[in-house]
């Protein structure tokens, strides 16, 4: 049987420091009533990558280390709000290359190419735990002494060697601001904040320095289901840049973010197949969109396979989205209309469903055809295939691209609007989302007035999607209700959270149609 991979969250600050150093008086920090002896640690840790350094361009690190209390395989996956989940696994005997369960959750990144070993890093390590009144650990200070070496890349280079010394400030029962008060000392000290996010990226920066696309761009942020962000300043593009390299720019965006979204499915994360299933949205759509300065004989066949990973994990999302609504419906009842065991059946459904979309997800992102989608777009994004228009400003280009997509909305609603079919809506929805992915890509060109369209467009595709939502919530009910019927169950309620969902979504063809005239009227500007 496969040991399962221990997660553990590491929130730390490290700093630079100098041989002549020396640490201050670290129980001067509040709580802090000792700093216990310091116990050295002799640490040896082989990293792998693959050749061309994915793991180290999407901010992970995969080391096998020996020597100190956490001797194991370690997964250190991208920082999060300071934070960085860690995932460790036995030791085992291999040592060459790195076993199929450790390999597993960042399979989305190396694919296919073989991971070996890149650089090697021996550390003296001294660790100082500081305790409270209670004896609890607050934070661990540990004082590395490190040298690092990056193996050869290529037959008949010469190792790189590089040595140093760092403090790292970890906490472990403290809180946040202990963690600062502590990192105020050893600034206050000499310390300055460390130069490189990682030991191995200190290491390593020659190789990564020299590798096109090491600075990756920024991942799209989250949509509908995803925690709320603070607002990040927006990159803007100067006057004249080619239409080519925004393009380019905004799909290097989009495939990362379709990464990061993978490795959020491969380590459990909630929300994760949701936003695999939006970076292939936003991938095909800007593919769709930007035909003129995109070659579509190479980038139709992407558009196709994307559309398929979107469809292989669309049940277990849908199923998913409708059991936490309904569950969300009943909590808001009153008791005397939930008759049954509504409750335990929606909680069976739940587990059902995340089990089965759990499985199903995984099957899907490690089929041939799915890694091979990755490398391609990993492709487009290096050398995309532009048309002539490529060379044109992206101002003139960007215009264009909005009027035309939104031109393709305005004929979506006049359809829907002269139609009783229940896809027509669904139709303009999926409209409505193309030209919110285009527009937002054309934001740092075009600036206010097309994100005034993004803004407005988020509201109609929220109101639609709460719509689409109720095609997927009735059937349940229906299913469920017999379910319960046939059990001999009381099955009032499950006829009445039908009827609240048909009211919602008649209440969201309303709002629609109510909204719809703001929304044509931003869409007038981006014409003229």
Request: glycine fraction near 6%; include cysteine; charge should be neutral.
């Amino acid at each position: 049987m496969t040991p399962v991979a221990v997660e553990h969250v590491e929130i730390e600050r490290k700093f630079d420091v100098d041989e002549a150093f020396e640490l201050p008086d670290l129980g001067g920090a509040p709580g802090v009533v000792e700093v216990r002896e310091p116990v050295e640690h002799a640490l040896e840790a082989a990293y792998y990558d693959t050749t061309d350094l994915r793991l180290a361009r999407a901010r992970v690190t995969m080391r096998r280390r020996t020597g100190g209390p956490d001797a194991g395989w370690h997964v250190k996956l991208p920082a999060v709000a300071g934070a960085r989940r860690e995932l460790h696994s036995p030791l085992g005997r291999a040592t060459k290359t790195p076993p199929k369960a450790v390999l597993e959750p960042v399979l989305g990144i190396v694919r296919r190419a073989p991971a070996a070993q890149v650089a090697s890093l021996r550390t003296r390590r001294v660790v100082r735990e500081l305790v409270d009144a209670d004896g609890r650990v607050l934070v661990e200070v540990a004082d590395d002494h490190v040298t690092g070496t990056a193996l050869p890349a290529a037959p008949g280079e010469a190792a790189v060697v590089t040595t140093w010394r760092e403090v790292e400030v970890e906490l472990v029962d403290g809180d946040e601001q202990l963690l600062a008060d502590v990192a105020g000392l050893l600034v206050t000290a000499g310390a300055r904040p460390a130069s490189s996010p990682a030991k191995l990226t200190r290491v390593l920066a020659h190789r990564l320095a020299d590798a096109d696309g090491a600075v990756e761009p920024p991942a799209a942020a989250p949509e509908r289901a995803g925690k709320k962000k603070g607002k990040k300043k927006k990159h803007r593009h100067a006057p004249g840049t080619p239409a080519g390299d925004v393009v380019r720019a905004a799909l290097a965006a989009q495939v990362r973010a379709l990464q990061d979204a993978d490795l959020m499915v491969r380590t459990g994360q909630p929300d994760g197949v949701h936003q695999v299933r939006v970076a292939c949205r936003r991938l095909r759509s800007t593919l769709a969109a930007f035909r003129p300065v995109l070659d579509r004989t190479q980038t139709d066949p992407l558009r196709e396979e994307l559309a398929q990973v979107g469809s292989a994990l669309s049940p277990s999302r849908d199923g998913e989205v409708a059991v936490a609504h309904l569950r969300d419906l009943v909590d808001a009842e009153p008791a005397e209309l939930v008759l049954g065991p509504v409750v335990a059946r929606l909680q069976q459904e739940a587990v059902r469903d995340e089990q089965a979309g759990d499985a199903q997800a995984r099957k899907a992102l490690n089929t041939p055809a799915y890694l091979q989608l990755r490398e391609d777009l990993d492709a487009l994004v290096e050398a995309p295939p532009l048309t002539e228009a490529a060379a044109r400003p992206a101002e003139e280009v960007l215009r264009e691209v909005v009027a035309r997509t939104g031109r393709r909305l305005r004929r979506s609603v006049e359809a829907a609007h002269d139609s009783d079919e229940a896809e027509a809506l669904h139709d303009v929805r999926k409209a409505a989302k193309r030209l919110r992915y285009t527009a937002e890509a054309a934001v740092p060109v075009l600036g206010a007035p097309v994100a005034e369209l993004v803004s407005t467009l988020k509201g109609v595709q929220e109101v639609l999607g709460d719509r689409q939502d109720t095609f997927i919530t009735r059937p349940l009910c229906v299913q469920l209700g017999r379910a319960a019927f046939a059990a001999g169950e009381n099955a009032f309620t499950w006829g009445r959270l039908h009827a609240l969902e048909e009211a919602r979504c008649q209440q969201a063809e309303r709002d629609f149609w109510l909204r719809w005239p703001e929304l044509r009227t931003v869409l007038k500007t981006q014409s003229t």
